[in-house]
């Protein structure tokens, strides 16, 4: 295992095996959504991995529903804004725990890591009922509070172990220069960070159109339901003729900004999901 | 500079013994902005956790069923009696801590596998690394429908590969199929965990167990395992943790039927299902002790160190 020197035929083969492997055990199942996706109604009940009729149908289905639009308008809507939030939050706390020396700052990272860990499931009793009474039950604004709230320790890491790396020298030749800790801020560190601020956002987006949990339990009409939540309700609605097709044409839409994510910012996702995990 | 005794109250104590007035005033500007910087994160966090975690508890003392608001009242631990006398509960407590048990361990083995495959394989280190993350990234909801379908008598494949009738439809078939959906999914996560420690592996020390005669197994456990142990606690508490609130493969793929529920099945149910606040508060405020006690025996038995904790990691 140590030696990694040129290497051998064999052993690129072996590797070469072990790849085939993981390739297959990562992409069967999205193959296998992306399968059905494109089966007729028919064929569905084959049993084939592959479809043996391809069909456009499913998407043309539920792009010409109201429910899958709305609830896809809602996913986009809601991800961006609690991202957005989320990052701007996070880049200032990070910051200040990073590079600042202030009382509480240990109580900072205990409280994050707190809620890191916590069971998203023990709010949705207290959220349900608070939103109704605040008229902020099935609104964006009822999902965006606890995205934020769960994305903030996530966000919150990730930047400062990205913070950490970046030379201190920078910034106090700039405070040498006469700017304030808040120009420095501004003007030195916030474009050095700009890489790592764009993965965390990466990171937190994937999150918060990863959720479920909320989604179906502070939502109750298509006013603010999500993808996730929809397509539980897609089976719900019918016992008998189960939407397979419509499920799986919806599931293959909301993959598709996550293959791309992947696709092209690999490299800047494993290091930020590496980045927190080293420290401590 | 009165007003930053209200921001600060602490930072008069410091600069009047030790430090001179000019830079305790960069100290206090320091702080100041720290605190600034922090406010509206903790702010956020504080309010949508903290308050509705006392809230919960509240809720968790009085009879409150949305159906009869009428019947609300004061009712003491008697929710706690309730729920805690009840088989349900403790039948998805069990089924969750015996998922959460074996899907960890599987994914321990699998993730440190894959680590290894990542941070050694001679060829195409870039394709493992993307596609391993896809199944974190792809939303927990559309993996386990593409699961459930796979397993489902009418569509699945593997149903009509492996000869089997309706595997949803029974306790065991049925979990091993939600730990299978766990496992998949979160395996990759697991592994870049385990990476970021093996990346911290010297390769002299390698080099120089491997001259002494050792073998790869050897160099593995005498060597990359003590190195890494950090890094695999801190993988096994936030797998732990997570698999312990599991709803979203379950909820697809059984929804809790034949004794495969989970405690947030539970929760949810009473909850949204039952509009019974009383008692799914109750069961929230049970889970999150749960969750506390994990944490707590973690980082207590096995020294498992909060990561981005810097000032002296372990205690």
Known sequence: MAIITGGTTGRKAKWAFIDIVIVLYALIPVVWTLSLSFKTTESQTDKNFFPSEWTFQNYRDIFTTDEFIRALINSIGIAIISTLIAVVLGTMAAYAIARLDFPGKQALVGVSLLIAMFPQVSLVSPLFEMERNLGLFDTWAGLIFPYITFALPLAIYTLSAFFREIPWELEKAAKMDGATPAQAFRRVIAPLAAPGVFTTAILVFIFCWNDFLFAISLTSTSASRTVPAALSFFTGASQFEVPTGSISAAAVVITIPIIVFVLFFQRRIVAGLTSGAVKG | ?315
Request: hydrophobic letters at 50%; charged letters at 15%.
């Open chain 2, 1 to 315: 500079m009165s007003q930053t005794v209200d921001t600060a109250p602490t930072a008069e104590a410091t600069p009047s013994g030790k430090k001179k007035p000019a830079l305790s005033e960069g100290k206090r500007a320091e702080r100041r902005l720290g605190l600034m910087l922090c406010a509206p994160a903790a702010f956020v966090m504080v309010a949508v956790t903290g308050w509705p975690i006392v809230y919960s508890v509240w809720l968790s003392l009085q009879r409150y069923d949305l159906r009869f608001p009428d019947q609300r009242e004061f009712v003491g631990l008697s929710n706690y009696v309730a729920v805690l006398t009840d088989g349900y509960w403790w039948t998805a407590f069990g089924i969750t801590s015996l998922i959460t048990v074996v899907s960890v361990v599987i994914e321990l083995v699998l993730g440190m596998l894959l680590a290894l495959v990542m941070h050694r394989t001679l060829v195409g280190r870039g394709l493992v690394r993307t596609v391993s993350l896809i199944p974190y990234g792809i939303v927990t909801v559309v993996a386990a429908f593409s699961w459930y379908y796979a397993w489902f008598p009418d569509t699945g494949y593997l149903t009509s590969m492996l000869g089997l009738e309706a595997p949803l439809t029974q306790q065991i078939p049925s979990l091993l199929i939600i730990i299978l959906a766990e496992v998949w999914k979160t395996t990759p996560f697991m592994a870049l965990l385990l990476m970021a420690g093996l990346a911290l592996v010297p390769e002299d020390l390698l080099k120089a167990a491997s001259m002494d005669g050792a073998t790869g197994w050897q160099r593995f456990t005498k060597v990359i395992v003590p190195v890494m142990k950090p890094a695999i606690l801190v993988a096994l508490l936030f797998r732990t943790l997570d698999a312990f609130r599991i709803f979203d493969n379950i909820f697809v793929l059984t929804k809790g039927a034949n004794d495969t529920s989970s405690v947030s099945m539970q929760a949810y149910n009473n909850l949204i299902r039952g509009l019974n606040l009383g008692i799914g508060s109750t069961m929230s405020v049970l889970i999150f002790l749960a969750v506390a006690i994990i944490a707590f025996l973690f980082i207590k038995l096995f020294g498992a160190s909060a990561p981005g904790n810097d000032a002296g990691g372990r205690r």
